[in-house]
């Protein structure tokens, strides 16, 4: 049975789909099977992001109409040959599926996979029930600036009331820049772990590879000249039981950022 | 014992001071269904409570009734039914935390409320944007950057304390307050001379200045 984890956040555009991506072509490269299903119909979907929106023959909408099974609404992966996607159908409104059906869909695929990741829509959006329903982990994902933790804190709330115990929620924190830190204009991983009270899992830096690889469709973790490449190796590592010490999160920064760095994984380690 | 009544905020479902939870849950039943297509599924309603501080235990299980009527609860407004107006008081209603006793040991999250008639002790924060409603006092072992409102049953005598006393707004029966505590220092709220005042645990004084 594969594990089922559901990335989500409290408002948009933080990452959820750059993240789901490239975690899913981590945990490939690593040997896993994985499922990755898209439950958000955003300006950038998984398909685009992963490269795939040409081979796109079924949809979800297809799979809860019953025209296929979720099996054959895969589409594979081009280079990872163990990485699968179940695509968004682009015209059919999130209504047309239900919390039943998403759970009906996971539990047949689950034998299948190492892994089924879910790439939700933001906490108040619709459809954020559909992809969260069957899932048993949650990575909620965050800037480090102080309304997106404050919506990040109203996810994690309604992830409570789905049931979901402190320990099955970790936080991502994303577009990280340390420099800003260092100017006292940004909220360290401390501050941001001592408001959600929640175990953070990765850090991941603001980095142009991503924007670039975004438009290429091939993500940055199979692109070998990639800095970023390693921060999402390290999620990966973790989401498999792996003991990743977060500091090695802050290896991709430049040197001139070291103090910086030693400072605030000093503080962390303090809280 | 329960009725609709149209205001400027939209329409407010008032429930009158009640002996058995059941009978109210019938009557909204009977009411909601009796309105018949006057309601879309999913429209928002306020929830007026009379004398609610009695019944604050029952908000729950009421709204969870309402909600499986097809209607969501979008706010719990507080004051007496011959008043609905600008003088009643507010609570939005996003999601209250379940089976809450006297003591909650958790963080209360931005969009949770905790709503108990007696005292209140939460281990954790009371993070920015959640709410504890009490109709004693408040006690939060942990940071308080939330609403806090305290004293809704036994009035000013109600105290509100916390290791860290940041919140976003104090009420206090009907004093209210937007001051908060010195930084990192345990603090207590208390009424002194018809106002909020807030002192820090070691400096103490609950005697009165009138
Ligand atoms: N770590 C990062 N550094 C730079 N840009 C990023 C990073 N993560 C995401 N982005 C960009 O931010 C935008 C929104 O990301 P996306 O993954 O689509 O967010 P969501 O799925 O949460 O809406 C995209 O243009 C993406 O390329
Ligand atoms: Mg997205």
């Known amino acids: 049975m594969g594990e089922v984890i559901v990335v989500t956040s409290g408002k948009g555009g933080v990452g959820k789909t750059t993240i789901t ?23 950038k979907n998984l398909d685009i992001v992963l490269g795939l929106e ?31 996607l179940l695509p968004a159908s682009q015209i059919a409104t999130k209504e047309m599926v239900s919390p039943e059906d998403m759970k009906a869909i996971v539990k047949e695929l689950s034998p299948n996979f190492d892994y089924i990741i879910i790439d939700s829509p933001a906490g108040i959006e619709r459809g954020f029930r559909n992809a969260v329903t069957p899932a048993s982990k949650a990575l909620v994902v965050t800037t480090p600036e102080l309304p997106s933790i404050s919506d990040a804190d109203r996810v994690v709330g309604l992830l409570e009331n789905f049931g979901f115990s402190d320990e099955r929620i970790k936080v991502i924190i994303n577009r990280f820049k340390p420099h800003m830190v260092k100017k006292g204009e940004m909220l360290t991983a401390e501050d941001i772990r001592h408001t959600l009270s929640l175990e953070i899992i990765a850090v991941i830096p603001d980095s142009e590879e991503v924007i670039v690889a975004s438009n290429t469709g091939v993500p940055v973790s199979l692109n070998g000249s990639s800095k970023i490449a390693k921060n999402f190796e390290n999620l990966a590592r973790r989401v498999r039981g792996e003991n990743v010490p977060l500091e090695n999160d802050f290896e991709t920064f430049s040197k001139g950022f070291i103090t910086t760095l030693k400072d605030f994984f000093s503080k962390l380690k303090r809280g | 014992m329960v009725d609709f009544k149209m205001t400027r905020d939209g329409l407010v479902l008032v429930v009158r001071d009640y002996q058995n939870l059941e009978d109210v849950l019938n009557a909204i039943s009977t009411r909601v269904t009796q309105m018949g297509d006057f309601f879309a599924r999913g429209d928002r309603i306020a929830l007026m409570i009379e004398n609610h501080v009695k019944h604050s235990q029952d908000i729950p299980r009421l709204v969870a009734h309402i909600r499986g009527l097809g209607l969501e609860v979008s706010q719990i407004l507080i004051g007496s039914p011959q008043e609905v107006s600008e003088k ?8 209250v935390v379940e089976g809450v006793g006297k003591i909650v040991k958790k963080t209360i999250r931005s969009g949770q409320t905790v709503i108990h008639s007696g005292d209140v002790v939460i281990f954790g924060n009371l993070n920015r944007g959640a709410e504890i409603l009490a109709g004693g006092s408040v006690v939060v072992f942990g940071k308080a950057f939330g609403t806090i409102r305290a004293g809704l049953n036994e009035g000013e005598n109600a105290v509100i304390a916390a290791l860290d006393l940041q919140p976003t707004l104090m009420q206090i029966a009907g004093f209210v307050s937007h001051a908060k505590g010195q930084e990192g220092v345990p603090s207590v709220a208390h009424v002194k001379g018809n106002r909020i005042v807030i002192e820090p645990f070691d400096k103490l004084d609950f005697e009165r200045s009138d």
């Open chain 1, 21 to 43: 991506a490239n975690l899913g072509c981590c945990l490939a490269k690593l040997g896993e099977k994985v499922c990755l299903i898209d439950a958000d119909i955003g300006l």
């Open chain 1, 54 to 84: 040409n081979r796109i023959i079924y949809t979800l909408i297809d799979v809860v109409n019953g025209k296929v099974s979720p099996q054959e609404a895969l589409v594979r992966h081009k280079i990872m040959k163990n990485l699968f």
């Open chain 2, 88 to 95: 009643t008081m507010k609570v939005e209603v996003r999601n």
